[in-house]
């Protein structure tokens, strides 16, 4: 299949060095901020989740949010070109034992993170640094030839993507031994589709159970990651392990959990969550 026909010109750009490409991520913040891309929705979620957030603090966490968003599409692009060497040494794990020792016990697991910081990296090197096959569901996009380029880029260094309409299929029916799957936790589900609300800064909030369904039907261990953008296009992943054995844990507990992993990360560095997503739109 061909690919869009401005693939050869992202693939250009992504052999600029770093300084000239976050050159350009800062033309791409201060256009995203005079133009307001979705200026009304990220001030409103963050005037949600922190109603006592004074108009400087919200002017600072707009503003760090367009500088993420930029950092994220010229990391992206780059993503095209960057050697697994180049990739590890900006995205390192720490407290790796913890998913080394499930590894040697030969245990599946359910890595659950939100979109924060770069999650695309973070996805896109995760086979790079932990010893299971990894795997990670995504939402296919309508245009065939982006949809490609989509998984190719993201596949690069080993990561295997299924379809999330394939998501059950595939996971009940898996014959690899100790899968890793990377599951991003924190979308709205369709309005039709809310069959839970957890309590997400002081919000009920519709949230996906898929994570805590899977992680028992095919005895997961769930691990939460912590990421952090420690300076400019360098993160560290930090896996924290939630329950080692979710078929024991009651309904609802293991979701509960990895949802308020998530509030903490937010609540460090607010202007590294997706704020533009219309997260409490079904609230």
């Known amino acids: 299949m061909k690919l869009p026909w401005w693939s050869p010109i992202t693939k250009g750009l992504s052999y600029l060095p770093f300084p000239i490409l976050y050159g350009l991520a800062n033309i791409i913040a201060f256009s995203l901020r005079?133009?307001?891309?979705?200026?009304?929705?990220?001030?409103?979620?963050?005037?949600?989740?922190?109603?006592?957030?004074s108009k400087n603090q919200l002017h600072v966490?707009?503003?760090?949010?367009?500088?993420?968003v930029a950092d994220i599409m010229v990391e992206s692009i780059k993503s095209l070109s960057i050697s697994?060497?180049?990739?590890?040494?900006?995205?390192?794990?720490?407290?790796?034992?913890?998913?080394?020792?499930?590894?040697?016990?030969?245990?599946?697991?359910?890595?659950?993170?939100?979109?924060?910081?770069?999650?695309?990296?973070?996805?896109?090197?995760?086979?790079?640094?932990?010893?299971?096959?990894?795997?990670?569901?995504?939402?296919?996009?309508?245009?065939?030839?982006?949809?490609?380029?989509?998984?190719?880029?993201?596949?690069?260094?080993?990561?295997?993507?299924?379809?999330?309409?394939?998501?059950?299929?595939?996971?009940?029916?898996?014959t690899v031994e100790a899968?890793?799957?990377?599951?991003?936790?924190?979308?709205?589900?369709?309005?039709?589709?809310?069959?839970?609300?957890?309590p997400f800064f002081g919000?009920?909030?519709?949230?996906?159970?898929?994570?805590?369904?899977?992680?028992?039907k095919c005895n997961l261990a769930v691990v939460f990651i912590h990421v952090d953008r420690y300076k400019r296009g360098h993160y560290t992943i930090t896996p924290k392990l939630l329950f080692e054995h979710p078929q024991d844990i009651e309904k609802y507990k293991i979701t509960n959990a990895h949802v308020e992993e998530l509030e903490t990360q937010i609540r460090k560095k607010p202007s590294d969550w997706l704020w533009s997503h219309k997260r409490w739109k079904n609230k």
């Open 179 to 198: 899968p890793l799957y990377v599951f991003m936790a924190d979308q709205a589900p369709h309005k039709g589709k809310i069959k839970y609300r957890a």
């Open 34 to 53: 005079i133009f307001g891309y979705r200026k009304q929705v990220i001030e409103q979620n963050l005037l949600r989740a922190f109603p006592k957030m």
């Open 203 to 216: 919000i009920d909030t519709p949230t996906h159970l898929g994570a805590e369904n899977l992680a028992k």
């Open 61 to 68: 966490h707009t503003v760090g949010f367009y500088r993420n």
């Open 84 to 174: 697994p060497v180049a990739l590890r040494k900006r995205v390192v794990m720490k407290n790796t034992e913890v998913l080394d020792r499930l590894h040697r016990e030969k245990r599946g697991v359910m890595l659950v993170m939100g979109h924060y910081a770069n999650f695309e990296w973070v996805a896109l090197a995760m086979p790079l640094l932990v010893p299971h096959p990894t795997f990670a569901v995504y939402g296919r996009i309508k245009n065939p030839k982006v949809n490609q380029w989509v998984v190719n880029l993201r596949e690069r260094f080993g990561l295997t993507l299924f379809q999330m309409k394939d998501t059950y299929d595939v996971m009940l029916n898996q």
